[in-house]
């Protein structure tokens, strides 16, 4: 088994966005710079922002990938500062198991990884050098399978698992990918049918506030969320019953990757009659 080295995933982690704001009526403190631009006494133009010219790059594997990554694998990847400051581009697909981030040098980066069905993995701020033009290898990232990750639930540990699945909703949140994490959770139901507490737990979630938001998110992506369930428990049947629906998810381009490939897999996985010959 492969270590995560600095990746903290998230079933143990809840990610807090912290949001401040100014009272009603009350404008909010000019900045120093804009305060004397304003002035008049500024000494000279505002600097121009740091060039991201630093790179960032490692391998990302699921856990169940014994020597590499099967050929359809792509995880989403987000990048975050340590000082708040905007990633351009915020996120971006890995290729196959590699990635990599053009970043600003000496700054500090957090990094997310997302893909249907794993849990989502974060790491911990990482140091960019203040060289320009220099590359930095991250350490692998393992994202754990759902159905293995269950084995933490054990006994029907209901609100262990109520806490990872606020953890995972969190950081769909942060990296808006309610449509990755909308598709696991109905991994996790699957994984939930020997836990009837965890079950539970997940039934209440989805109607929360912030489940039936992040539902709403999938759907406006295009994510046919009324057929996850089946899409998930029983394939073949929905490969029968809404081919154009599996069809149209598959191909869209705003859905995740790992996503769409669950779709197609079931769009090209043998109907029952193909695999039972009739003499």
């Known amino acids: ?40 006494r500024a000494d000279g133009p505002t600097p121009a922002p740091a060039e ?17 990554a ?11 500062y340590e000082d708040g400051t905007d990633v351009a581009p915020r996120d971006r697909d890995s290729t196959g198991e590699l990635f990599a981030f053009k970043v600003v040098p000496g700054k ?20 960019v ?12 990232i393992v994202m754990d399978r759902i159905r293995w990750t269950m084995a933490l639930f054990a006994n029907g540990n209901g609100e262990a698992f109520g806490r990872n699945l606020e953890a995972q909703a969190a950081v769909a949140e942060q990296t808006g990918s ?22 539970r737990r997940l039934q209440e979630f989805e109607r929360t506030p912030r489940g039936v938001a992040l539902t709403q998110q999938a759907e406006a992506r295009g994510v046919p969320v009324s057929l996850l369930e089946g899409l998930v428990q029983r394939p073949a049947e929905v490969a029968t019953t809404e081919p154009d629906t599996l069809r149209a998810l598959a191909a869209n381009p705003r859905v995740a990757q790992t996503l769409r490939n669950e779709a197609r897999r079931a769009l090209d996985a043998p109907t029952p009659e193909a695999r039972t010959p009739r003499r």
Not at 52 to 68: I, M
Not at 178 to 199: G, M, Q, T, V, W
């Open 1 to 40: 088994m492969r270590s995560p080295h600095i990746v903290v995933v998230a079933v143990a982690v809840a990610v807090a966005i912290a949001l401040g704001g100014c009272r009603s009526g009350e404008a909010p403190p000019a900045a120093p710079a804009a305060a004397e631009a304003a002035s008049g």
């Open 52 to 68: 991201p010219t630093a790179v960032l790059y490692g391998r990302v594997l699921g856990s169940d990938h014994q020597n590499a």
């Open 70 to 80: 099967p050929s359809d694998w792509q995880v989403r990847v987000t990048a975050e």
């Open 108 to 127: 500090r980066v957090r990094l997310y990884f997302e893909a249907v069905p794993y849990q989502a993995s974060v790491t911990e701020f990482v140091d």
């Open 129 to 140: 050098t203040d060289e320009r033009r220099y590359a930095s290898r991250v350490p692998d």
């Open 178 to 199: 309610a449509d990755i994490f909308r598709a696991n959770l109905e991994f996790y139901r699957k994984a939930s049918a020997r836990f009837p507490d965890c079950l």
